[in-house]
C-alpha cells in the first residue's frame, strides 16, 4: 500500500513537472535566433517573401507566440506532437522510428559499464595494496579523463581503418540486406565500437566508486564481526561489504539511466549511429521546434522515470530505507 | 551569334557523343553493373525536389527527376528530356521538342502536359528561384504531345539557362494536379523519369536508388544501385572513404586539410569540374548603410588588406580562384581585362588615414560551416588588424547567422552564393535596389543603392544583342569594382574525391547534381 501511494503521488508530481519542461522549453527555444522557415529558405540558396511567408502560415508560425503555445500544448494533452516541419513526417513516427537504435546503443553502454565496473572496482578493492589494483585505477582514472570524441576517433582508426576488425560507422551493412540471426550479428558487430566508447566514461566513473565504497564499508565494524564470525572472506565480499557499497552505485546509474535518450550525442554523431541525439542535435540546428521539443519530452520522461525507479529499488537493496525518509 | 537558332539537339547530340566516344573507345567502352556508395551530409529534408531546394536535396535527387536541358562546361545547353530546341530570332519564343520515348518511374507515359504543369503550375507556387524566372514568361504551351512552346513577354537571353534540373525540374501531372502539393503522398515515394529510381530511405543511415530498367536512353545507366551514406562527422567520413566503404565523396564531404591525405591515397581520383553551372563565389558582405563599412574608402581597403592568395593556399589546398571583381570567371560575361585588388596593406592604410577611421570597433560575423570556414574568419581577421581595424568576432550557429544577415545586424559577414549560369540569374539579385528587402540571406543584403547600376542591370537582362549586353556588364563590373559594394573574396573549387575507378561520374557543368547516367565502375 505504502509503495502504491508513493508511486500514485510521484506519478501526479511527474505530470506537473513534465508540463512545466515543455512550456518553458517551448519560450526556451523559441528565443534562440532564426525560424525553421528562415533555415530551410538559407539552405535552398535562393528565396523570396512569398516563399517565406508560406512557410510560416503552412508551419503556423505566423500566429502569435500565445497561441502557438496553446495549439502545442493542446495537441500533447492528445499526445499528438505535431508534425517536424523539415521532415514532413509526425513528431511521433520520427523519435519511435529512432527510439530502438539509441536505447540498443544506450542500453548496452549502461550494462557495460555497470557490469565491469563494479567488477573492476571490486577487484581493485579487493586488491587495494598490490600492484593490480593500481593499475585498475590507473587505467579508470585514463578512462575517466579521456575525451569520448578523441576515443571515438581513436577507436575508428585503430580497429576500422587499420585493423579492419569492424566496421567504422552505422547501424547495419548497407545493402547486405540480412535476416534472422545474420541481422542480430551484424547489428552486434556495428554496436561494439559505440556501445563500448560511450560506456568508458561510466566504466571508469562506477570502478572508482565502488573501489571507495567498498573501503569504507569495509572498515565498518559489522564487518569486522563477519570476519570474527569466521565467514569465508568470498562471502564477505558479496554479502556484507558489496550489498552495502552499493547504495551509490545505484544512484548514480539512475543518472546514467535518465540519459539513455539524449546522452549519445556525441557518440551518435561520430558513429553515424540513426538515433535520437542525431535528431535532437539536428532538430536543434534546424530549429524544429515541434521535433526539438519532442525529444525533450522524451528525455524529461525518461529522466523521471528512471529517478522513480532508482527510488524503488534503494528500498529492496536496503530495507531501512523507508517511506517518507527520503 | 546572338541565338542558338535553329539547334538540332539530335545532330548535336550525336556530334557530341562520336566527339566523346572516339577517345572513349581508346580507352575503354563503359561496363554495366556496380554501386556508387556516396557520402551525404546533411540528411536531405526530403527528396521531392521541385518542392524542396535544400543542397543535399539537389545532390541525390538530380538522379530521379530530369530537367529538358543540361549544359556542359561552357554552360551551353545540352539535351535531356528535350532533344532539340529553337529560339526565334526576336528571342521572344522558345520551342522544345520533347523525347518521345519517356515514362514515369510508375509507368505512366510523359508528354508535354507535365512540362506545362511543371512549369506554369508547380514550380510557380513553390520555387522562389524558378518563379523569379517566370515572370519573364507569357505563356507556356503545348501543341502537341512532344512539344512544348514558352512565349516570353520580352526577350530575356538567360531564359535558356534555366532548364537545370534543379532550377525546372519536371513533375508528374497526373499525381500532383489539384492535390495538396506539400502533403502529397508521392513525396515520400518521388516518382520522376531520371535513369534511378527511390527504392528505401532509412532515415538517419541510407538512402538507396535502383537503376531505372527502363530508362530511355538504351544501355543507361550503367550502375546497380547509388547509396547514399548520411554520416554526420567529416573525420568519420573521411575513415569511410579510407577503409573502402564509400567510392564517391562530393565537394565538402571532408574538411580542406583533409583532401591531399585522402586524394593522394592510391587508386584515389579528384577533379575540380561540374562547378561550372553553380560556382559558389565566397564574399564578406559589409554593411553599406552604417558604420566605417558605409564609407567606399573603407571598402577599398578591406579589398587592399586581404591577402586572397595566402587564404586560397593555405586554407583550401590552392583551389580555387582569387576574383578579379564581382563576376565570377565562369560567366561568359566575366570581364578578363579587369585588375583584381592587389594585397596592399600599406594602401588600404593609407585610405583609412584618408576617411579618418578612428578604431571604431567592426563586428565579423564568420560562416558557421565547419573547420575552414572559421579559420578563414581568423585570416580575415588577422588581414584586417594588420592594418590597424578594430575588429569583434561574433559566433553563431547557422540559424543565428541566416537571422543576423537577413536583418542586416552586422558590420562583416562572410557568405557564398551560386551564380546560375547567368549575371541576371545569380548577380543582379545581389546589387539591385529592388531586392533590399529584410527577410532573406540572399537578398540585396549590404543595402548598395546605385541607380544606374539598376538601370543597367535591368537592361542587360533583356537585352537581345550579345555585344551590347556584353557593353553593359563590362560597365557593371568597372563600376562596382571600383564601389566595391562587398569584398570578393574567393572562387571556391569543388573538389570532388572518387575511386578511380569510377569513370564518366561528371560530365556536364551541372556536376554531381545532374545525376550518375554516365557513371560506370570498370570491373
Known sequence: MAYVSLILGRVGKAVIVLLAILVFNFFLIHAAPGDPAAVMAGEAGATDQQFLDDLRERFGLDQPLPVQLWRYMSGVLQLDFG???????PVLDLILDRLPATLLLTGAAFCISLLFGIIAGTLAAMRAKRPSGSI????????????LY??????????????????????????????????????????MLPALTLGLFFMAVYTRMTRTSMLSVSQQDFV?????????????????????????IITLAGLQAGQMVGGAVLTETVFAWPGIGRLMYEALMQRDYNLLLGIFFFCALLVILFNMLTDVIYRLADPRIKQGAT | MTLLSSVTGRLTAAALSLAVALPAVAQETPQSGGVANVAIQPEPPGLMLPLVQNAPTQRVAGNIFEGLLRYDAELEPMPQLATSWEISDDGLTYTFHLHPDVTWHDGEAFSAADVVFSADVFLRETNPRTRAILDHVASIEAPDDETVVFTLKQPFPAFIQAFEVGTLPIVPKHLYEGTDFYNNPANNHPIGTGPFEFAKWDRGSVIELDKNPDYYEAGKPYLDKIYWHVIPDAASRAAAYENGTLNIMPA?????????????????????????YFNPFAMLWLNNREGPTADKRFRQAVMYALDRDFAKNVLWNGLGKVPNGPFSSTLAAHDDDLQPYPYDPDKAEELLDEMG??????RLLPLPYGETWTRWAEAVRQNLEDVGINIETESSDVAGWNQKVSDWDYDIAFTYLFQYGDPSLGIARTYVSSNIAKGSPWNNVEGYENPEIDKLFAAAAVENDADKRQAMYDQI?????????????????????YRCNVHDLITTGIGLNDGFKNAWIEQ
Request: glycine content about 8%; some cysteine; aromatic content about 10%.
Open chain 1, 83 to 89: 508534425y517536424s516541419y523539415r521532415q514532413q513526417m
Open chain 1, 136 to 147: 585498475i585505477m590507473g587505467l579508470a582514472l585514463l578512462f575517466y579523463a579521456t575525451p
Open chain 1, 150 to 191: 578523441w576515443v571515438a576517433m581513436m577507436a575508428v582508426l585503430v580497429f576500422s581503418v587499420t585493423l579492419d576488425w569492424l566496421p567504422a560507422y552505422g547501424y547495419s551493412t548497407v545493402g547486405a540486406d540480412y535476416t534472422g540471426l545474420a541481422h542480430v550479428g551484424d547489428v552486434a558487430v556495428h554496436l
Open chain 1, 224 to 248: 569486522k564481526t563477519a570476519r570474527a564470525k569466521g565467514l569465508a572472506p568470498g562471502v564477505i565480499q558479496r554479502r556484507h561489504i558489496l550489498r552495502n557499497a552499493l547504495l551509490p
Open chain 2, 252 to 276: 565538402g564531404s571532408v574538411e580542406n586539410f583533409d583532401i591531399p591525405r585522402l586524394a593522394g591515397m592510391d587508386g584515389s581520383c579528384m577533379t575540380e569540374a561540374g562547378n561550372e
Open chain 2, 357 to 362: 577611421y578612428d578604431g571604431e570597433p567592426v
Open chain 2, 477 to 497: 563590373q568597372q563600376t562596382l569594382h571600383e564601389d566595391v559594394p562587398l569584398a570578393w573574396i574567393m572562387e571556391l573549387a569543388q573538389p570532388t574525391i
